[in-house]
């Protein structure tokens, strides 16, 4: 599956995906870190990739068509915390299941938006 792991992902969240056969797109030490949501909404955009983030200002997307995206909002959130529910929500959908879904991974549950027949 095709990734976008934003900067406030762990890196081993990442490194982990990228074991696991994803393609994965981490802007981290690179030119583009720091780079703004819509762009980095365009390029999800533009590749067709999943977003994996932690900004829940990425939830205003939903509506709009999109390869997934995966939001982990903790109360108390860590690196193995937030590695862990993003593991966990990759497992829980099928890669064609990605398709203009949204996710929020919470600390006792989750939410999702399926889109809308259309």
Not at 65 to 80: A, S, T, V
Not at 96 to 118: G, Y
Request: no cysteine; hydrophobic share 40%; net charge positive.
């Amino acid at each position: 599956m095709k990734i976008f792991v934003d900067e406030n992902i762990p890196s081993i969240t990442a490194k982990e995906l990228l074991k696991n056969g994803h393609d994965i797109m981490d802007i981290r030490s690179t030119d583009k870190e720091g780079m703004t949501d819509e762009d980095i909404w365009k390029i999800v955009q533009k590749d067709r990739r999943l977003l994996i983030t932690t900004d829940k200002g990425f939830a205003q997307k939903r509506s709009e068509n999109h390869n997934g995206i995966l939001i982990i909002r903790l109360k108390q959130p860590n690196r193995l915390k937030i590695h862990k529910k993003v593991m966990r929500a990759i497992n829980l959908f099928k890669e064609k299941e990605w398709l203009n879904l949204t996710v929020i991974m919470q600390d006792a549950f989750h939410s999702v938006w399926k889109p809308k027949k259309r």
